[in-house]
């Protein structure tokens, strides 16, 4: 079982900035795609960013140019770097893994979400 922990989440005055950490745990082969979401009252969980394994990047047109995602995979760890924030980058973030385990059964496909953090960008 892949246990995901976030972190770095909070409140910050818009311009301001604040970094996610996504830190994955458990039996892991390998992690392919790292993706965070969000989520704000009201509205459907979106993508704001995401790296596959080989360092390519997507985001979303909202974000391009303030946030940056990257990845340790050492660590098995995915950030997210948020600059320049504004009020409506406020939400829940939700970091997303993909890939492979090691269970007693041999090597299993995983997908896991973390528990979500709030980011809030108020004056």
């Known amino acids: 079982q892949v246990q995901l922990v976030e972190s770095g989440g909070g409140l910050v005055q818009p311009g301001g900035s604040l970094r996610l950490s996504c830190a994955a745990s458990?039996?892991?082969?390998?992690?392919?795609?790292m993706d965070w979401y969000r989520q704000a009252p009201g509205q459907q969980r979106e993508l704001v960013a995401a790296?596959?394994?080989?360092?390519?990047?997507t985001y979303a047109d909202s974000v391009k140019g303030r946030f940056t995602i990257s990845r340790d995979n050492a660590e098995n760890t995915a950030y997210l770097q948020m600059n320049s924030l504004k009020p409506e980058d406020t939400a829940v973030y939700y970091c997303?893994?993909?890939?492979?385990?090691?269970?007693?059964?041999?090597?299993?496909?995983?997908?896991?979400w973390g528990q979500g953090i709030q980011v809030t960008v108020s004056s």
């Open positions: 997303n893994l993909e890939g492979l385990t090691l269970q007693v059964m041999g090597v299993r496909a995983f997908a896991s």
């Open positions: 458990g039996s892991i082969l390998s992690i392919n795609t």
């Open positions: 790296i596959t394994s080989g360092g390519t990047t």
